[in-house]
């Protein structure tokens, strides 16, 4: 069955970086579009990310730009978050999730398969 | 940028109650409308895509509708294992995707 395993979240302080994985497996991760979502303590869903699935498009959430960076290794069937100058706000648990898109009965996308998340504090 | 708003951002229910959860677009999104079950502590999981289609596996008494601006979920029949929050998703400007605020839901 289709399995995404995040990891990498802890504890950092403010200004300081984190790099998050996301390891897939049980389907072809180098044909789907990923993204990442957080959630902070209590709050609701934020979109983070998108990165293609040839890794040459990518997305950001305002919250994020400059800050974040997605990539992707198919080889190793991974999705990677390289967190920079993080801020109290950034704390959350960060999920990863592929895209899907189905054409009938009418176009779609939406986020089908998610991993359980991971957990990133940011705080002195 | 795509707001999305839902209302009511809380409800308790009885069990056996019909449920309704409206999501509004800040413009149009056409039909571009998607709906998340998420329980304490575990990932958001898919419901309805499209605004109306029941993704595979699904129970019956989730429903989903509406199009343009303005959209329900309802839960036909109210059941224990629905206790969770429930968010809106609009996938009109893909791949940049906007949640809606989230609405819990609460068992009498």
């Known amino acids: 069955q289709v399995q995404l395993v995040e990891s990498g979240g802890g504890v950092v302080q403010p200004g300081g970086s984190l790099r998050l994985s996301c390891t897939v497996s049980?389907?072809?991760?180098?044909?789907?579009?990923m993204h990442w979502v957080r959630q902070a303590p209590g709050k609701g869903l934020e979109w983070v990310t998108f990165?293609?699935?040839?890794?040459?498009?990518?997305y950001y959430a305002d919250s994020v730009k400059g800050r974040f960076t997605v990539s992707r290794d198919s080889s190793k069937n991974t999705l990677y978050l390289h967190m920079n100058s993080l801020r109290t706000e950034d704390t959350a648990v960060y999920f990863c999730?592929?895209?899907?898109?189905?054409?009938?009965?009418?176009?779609?996308?939406?986020?089908?398969?998610w991993g359980q998340g991971t957990l990133v504090t940011v705080s002195s | 940028d795509i707001q999305m708003t839902q209302s009511p951002s809380s409800l308790s229910a009885s069990v056996g109650d019909r449920v309704t959860i409206t999501c509004r677009a800040s413009q149009s999104i056409n039909n571009y409308l998607n709906w998340y079950q998420q329980k304490p502590g575990k990932a958001p999981k898919v419901l309805i895509y499209g605004a109306s289609t029941l993704q595979s596996g699904v129970p019956s008494r989730f429903r989903g509708s509406g199009s343009g601006t303005e959209f329900t979920l309802t839960i036909t029949s109210l059941q224990p294992e629905d206790l969770a929050t429930y968010y809106c998703?609009?996938?009109?400007?893909?791949?940049?995707?906007?949640f809606g605020p989230g609405t819990k839901v609460e068992i009498k």
């Open positions: 990165i293609s699935y040839e890794g040459s498009q990518k």
């Open positions: 999730a592929t895209a899907d898109i189905v054409v009938a009965p009418a176009a779609a996308e939406f986020f089908l398969h």
């Open positions: 049980g389907l072809t991760f180098s044909t789907y579009d």
């Open positions: 998703q609009q996938s009109k400007s893909s791949p940049i995707f906007t």
